[in-house]
């Protein structure tokens, strides 16, 4: 029966964008829907009929391998549920670029446009023109700002990424019961980016009392979330920082000890990383270091003993999730898995949400959660 309803309501749908298509709006906009296609009775086969409906995809950047692994993930799932999709990365974190690439997308009649913002707040003007258009707009794994045009906003729980890296730490120096004090640097990611608050917040929400108490010490006294942010996220940016941090504070293996050094991901705790191997470190007297992404160099660094967890945040379920809202969005209808309606304001409103859980990646699990579950193969992190 309930199949009976939502046949007739995709039905009565698919006549109605028909309709719209014609009000030459939106001449390329498409009058059916893969999904809820009028002639498939079997929804979990989804395939084109009635014309195509193209999805477009814009990453932030080819240059980190997430971004890559979510692009291609998102192509796959969404063509193999019937859609076309205009997949575009915007240079390296080129905001202008994405700009561009989100106008063209938007003249040549995407339905939905699925947008990893490199700025949060810099798209407000190019999707009023998406609005126009009646144009749905997800925001993927990064909320978009100061916009009424995004419909859902699909992510990992950001704020229990950071209390996870928090948590860590906390764990292997044994915080509850050592008194310390420990010496720790403190590394969040791009202020631009909304999700760089959610993890500094959710790190600090477990390490600031150790902080406060004196068990845990920032020797750089560098602990707002300014002080602390990586311009772009980029492990150079990380890596000059933490250079710096060495020689004023001399830390060395044999000097001053550092114990912990809590990364918002693993672009930035590469930096760390490297910064702190050509000051001598080696996997004897590395610092505890957190990541974010199970990036496979940080896997690599993570079976050497160099890096000694990543959040990891499986691309696949998110793409799955996102697949979900763009048939609900095509076929007009609500998507059945919103579980967050609180947490993400955008300025504008609260975007209805759905939050992936991330899970704590090292090298004790990595096999069983990156290998088993076929996210890589052994090659990829030998
Ligand atoms: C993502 C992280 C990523 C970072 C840098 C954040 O918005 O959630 O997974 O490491 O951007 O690209």
Redesign the pocket.
């Known amino acids: 029966m309930k199949k009976l309803i939502a046949l007739s309501m995709a039905f009565v749908l698919a006549l109605s964008l028909g309709a719209c298509g014609g009000t030459g709006n939106n001449q390329n906009q498409p009058t059916s829907t893969p999904s809820g296609s009028t002639s498939a009775p079997d929804e979990s086969n989804s395939t084109v009929s009635g014309g195509d409906v193209t999805i477009g995809v814009s990453m932030?950047?080819k240059s980190?391998q997430?971004?890559n692994q979510d692009g291609g993930n998102m192509k796959d799932k969404l063509e193999k549920a019937g859609y076309k999709v205009n997949l575009e990365y915007a240079g390296d974190n080129d905001i202008p670029t994405q700009v561009n690439q989100i106008e063209n997308m938007i003249s040549k009649g995407c339905k939905v446009l699925v947008i990893?913002a490199i700025d949060g707040s810099s798209l407000t003007e190019v999707l009023k023109q998406a609005k126009e258009q009646n144009i749905s707009v997800i925001a993927y794994?990064?909320l978009i700002m100061n916009s009424d045009a995004v419909s859902y906003y699909a992510?990992?729980d950001?704020f229990k990424?950071g209390v996870m890296q928090g948590e860590f730490i906390e764990e292997k120096l044994d915080l509850k019961n050592n008194k310390g004090p420990f010496n720790i640097e403190i590394f969040a990611?791009?202020p631009a980016?909304?999700?760089?608050k959610f993890?500094y917040d959710g790190a600090m929400s477990v390490l600031n009392p150790y902080i406060e108490s004196g068990v845990l010490v920032v020797p750089s006294k560098q602990t707002s979330q300014a002080q602390v942010s990586t311009a772009d996220?980029k492990t150079e940016n990380a890596q000059a920082r933490m250079e710096n941090l060495i020689t004023s504070n001399g830390y060395s293996p044999k000097g001053k000890k550092l114990d912990a050094v809590c990364c918002?991901?693993?672009?930035t705790a590469m930096g760390v990383t490297n910064a702190l191997v050509s000051a001598g470190y080696t996997k004897e007297d590395m610092p505890i270091i957190t990541g974010?992404?199970c990036?496979k160099p940080n896997v690599k660094n993570m079976l050497k003993g160099l890096q000694s967890m990543s959040v990891f945040?499986d691309t696949r379920t998110l793409a799955d999730k996102v697949v979900g809202m763009v048939d609900a969005i095509v076929k007009g209808s609500e998507p059945d898995d919103i579980n967050d309606r609180d947490t993400y304001n955008n300025g504008v409103k609260n975007v209805p949400s759905y939050l992936c859980a991330p899970v704590a990646g090292t090298a004790e699990n990595y096999k069983e959660l990156l290998i088993e579950s076929g996210y890589y193969t052994e090659e990829d992190i030998q």
């Open positions: 932030p950047t980190l997430r971004w990893a794994d990064r992510t990992f950001n990424v990611g791009d980016d909304n999700n760089a993890f996220w918002s991901n693993d672009s974010q992404d990036d945040k």
